[in-house]
């Protein structure tokens, strides 16, 4: 009963491994190795896989439990090459993630996964690439930024867009400083906010979109962050030519199970967990501005 | 699957089974070892439970229901059927409560220093046989199973459960107002999924019940009793009732394009007339034999270092169903609503290629306003037969 059944998988999950902890649901304890700070509310840490490699897809989350609180659907924001190590950028914004901001090092967390369909790094070989974050968005595309760097012959031109509320509040600054520094990327950075030292661009994402001179014809867009955001980034992508299933976003919804049972990240006919949370703009045009679906 | 060798449509031969003999054939399952489920009259109406056998099944009984109404008495129509077992239909408990529990303990934790031990409790189902399903209990378990088993991660419980479940169908002489099976492409008479199904035929007399068996563990409960052929006039007066049970059904509006009527609904004006009505109360995906949001919520001992993991059924009417960090995406029973219903009739379709509804009725019943969802279908597909296109404007 616990084998997976292919033919019932309408959007397929490309990982090669079953997430861990099936068929029951079980977390898998992982020591805490590292935990830094990113901005007053947003924390990360570096979890310790017991049975390495964890395999995944970048854009793919895990549920992280924390003992006797909860378990909270994160993406994931980084492993390392040999798969020992799961790296997750959290903000403290409810419970559970209250919960997790209280661990410190050799602390302790329930891990599942990963869940999802990811970001599409098989389709846009040999394409242009547009990667846009906004605010901790930024967290569920590092992966997808980082394997298209470390695999930059693959791709066609790499536009790196990411907007912050301030430049306090931007994260993995010392990475994001190595992407900006690279001459075959273009990585632009604006701030919602920011005192007069702050010399970069201030104002909306959007406004970034237009200089991104890729062949809108070859181009895959990658954009995560808020709605409003990645509404408001089909429109502008769409002006530079790009269709919709050119323009990939990663949606989110309440989760309580991951696997597609409990229900509760129902959007119209998918379930973010197991049809997502990675979609192509395409696939959820007739519902992304439909009010509170 | 393995759940697809049993209580599969199997048209096994027809026989009679003397009413007198109902009672041979629930000591039989008993003795096959099975726990005996069916219907028993509590807080006035028929609920599925624990039953000893067929003395404690109810007789006389008919039932009435409406939209936000539910009566049921023995002999309250004037009729004369005072011996028979299944003259009312469906209650408001389903199947669903026993092959997908409303709570349900799916992991212990004990955390001693930095050592966690998670362990799945055993589950303590033990091998159940229902009497009394109807065709659209049976379709609820056809859609449950496709949730549940035939998913990408099919869940281990349930296919236990359903596994060491026996169903025991009954046809429906009598459905109810707010029944619409046939509208929902079932019914009224048990079609498959069934391990051995009952058609109740006169009373006094000449009551008596065909049986026919669906299942290879059907086939052997049926061996073991004592039964006689149908008789043509025995086929002919079960066709009969069938006839007279879908001629009750026909007043039902069509339902079949229910699924591309709500595809295209999200921005009707009739969901904000729904909720000036609708209460939220969650009865509807309560009641619902197919609804399968559940919750799931740790609590843990004073000590903080025992944890229980619950799985309770939820459902989408309440404000916490859609939280997400920052609060509720459908905070307004309008979107609520609309959640429900397109997911029942409409988006479930894209989801598991078949419809989410089997026309129990109960979410019309059990409604404390009376929303009937035939009706919102239909006031929705009129409403879009009477817009003007925006491109037209």
Not at chain 1, 184 to 199: C, E, F, G, P, Q
Not at chain 2, 346 to 351: E, G, K, L, Y
Request: glycine share 10%; with cysteine.
């Amino acid at each position: 009963m616990t084998e997976v059944n292919p033919s019932a998988v309408r959007s397929a999950v490309r990982s090669a491994t079953l997430p861990i902890g099936l068929p029951a649901m079980l977390p898998t304890p992982m020591r805490i190795k590292r935990r830094m700070r990113d901005t007053p509310d947003t924390f990360t840490i570096v979890l310790d896989v017991p049975q390495p490699p964890f395999v995944l897809e970048a854009g793919q989350f895990n549920m992280l439990y924390a003992f006797g609180v909860g378990e909270v659907p994160i993406s994931i924001s980084g492993v390392s090459k040999n798969g020992g190590e799961l790296v997750h950028t959290i903000r403290d914004v409810g419970t559970v993630t209250h919960a997790l901001s209280l661990l410190r090092k050799d602390g302790v967390v329930g891990v599942r996964g990963p869940y999802g369909r990811g970001w599409p790094l098989e389709a846009a070989r040999g394409k242009d690439v547009i990667l846009a974050a906004g605010g901790i968005g930024l967290a569920p595309l590092r992966p997808a930024i980082r394997h298209v760097l470390d695999h930059r012959e693959e791709y066609g031109r790499v536009v790196i867009l990411y907007g912050a509320r301030t430049p306090q509040d931007m994260l993995y600054l010392p990475e994001i400083q190595k992407w900006r520094g690279r001459l075959d990327t273009k990585m632009s950075v604006t701030v919602d906010r920011a005192s007069r030292k702050w010399l970069g661009n201030v104002g909306v994402i959007t406004q970034l979109v237009a200089a991104s001179r890729v062949d809108p014809d070859e181009t895959i867009a990658m954009v995560c962050g808020p709605e409003i955001m990645m509404h408001y980034m089909q429109i502008h992508l769409a002006k530079l030519g790009l269709p919709n299933d050119q323009i990939y976003v990663s949606m989110e919804r309440n989760m309580k199970c991951a696997i597609g049972r409990c229900g509760h990240c129902q959007y119209g006919g998918d379930f973010i967990c197991k049809d997502g949370p990675v979609f192509t703009f395409d696939e959820i045009a007739d519902r992304f501005r439909v009010r509170a679906l | 699957m393995e759940t697809s060798s049993v209580g599969n449509t199997n048209t096994g031969s027809i026989h009679v089974l003397a009413a007198a003999d109902l009672s041979a054939l629930l000591e039989a399952i008993v003795a096959e070892g099975y726990r005996l489920v069916g219907p028993r009259i509590r807080n006035g109406t028929a609920v599925l439970d624990e039953i000893s056998g067929a003395a404690q099944l109810p007789r006389g009984y008919r039932d009435s229901q409406r939209p936000g109404e539910y009566r049921i008495s023995a002999n309250g129509s004037g009729e004369t059927n005072a011996g028979r077992y299944f003259d009312y239909v469906v209650g408001p408990t389903s199947v669903k409560r026993f092959l997908y529990p409303p709570r349900r303990k799916v992991l212990e934790a004990e955390r001693s220093g930095g050592q966690w031990k998670i362990t799945e409790p055993a589950d303590d189902y033990p091998p159940t046989a229902i009497v009394g399903l109807r065709s659209c209990d049976l379709a609820a378990v056809r859609i449950l199973d496709r949730v549940l088993l035939n998913d990408i991660y099919p869940d281990p419980v349930y296919a236990a459960r359903r596994k060491a479940t026996l169903m025991i169908g009954v046809d429906c002489a009598h459905p109810s107002e707010t029944c619409f099976c046939t509208s929902m492409g079932g019914g009224p008479s048990v079609e498959s999924g069934y391990d051995l199904n009952l058609t109740e035929l006169g009373d006094g007399a000449t009551h008596r019940f065909l049986i026919a068996a669906g299942s290879d563990r059907g086939e052997k409960l049926m061996a073991s009793l004592r039964l006689s052929t149908a008789t043509s006039d025995d086929l002919a007066a079960g066709a009969a009732q069938r006839k007279s049970a879908e001629a009750a059904l026909a007043q039902n509006p069509p339902m079949q394009d229910a699924r591309e009527v709500l595809a295209n609904a999200w921005n009707s004006t009739r969901w904000d007339s729904i909720a000036q009505r609708c209460m939220a109360c969650a009865n509807c995906t309560m009641s619902c034999p197919t609804c399968f949001c559940v919750d799931i919520e740790d609590e843990t001992d004073l000590t903080g270092e025992h944890a229980d993991r619950w799985q309770t059924w939820d459902s989408c009417f309440t404000m916490g169903h859609s939280y997400v960090h920052g609060g509720a995406v459908r905070k307004e029973t309008t979107s609520r609503y609309r959640q429900w219903m397109t997911h029942k009739l409409s988006s479930w379709h894209d989801q598991f290629e078949m419809s989410g509804c089997t026309g129990c009725g109960r979410c019309i019943t059990w409604c404390p306003v009376g929303i009937d969802i035939r009706e919102e279908l239909a006031a929705i597909r009129t409403d879009q037969k009477t817009d003007v296109p925006e491109a037209a404007q």
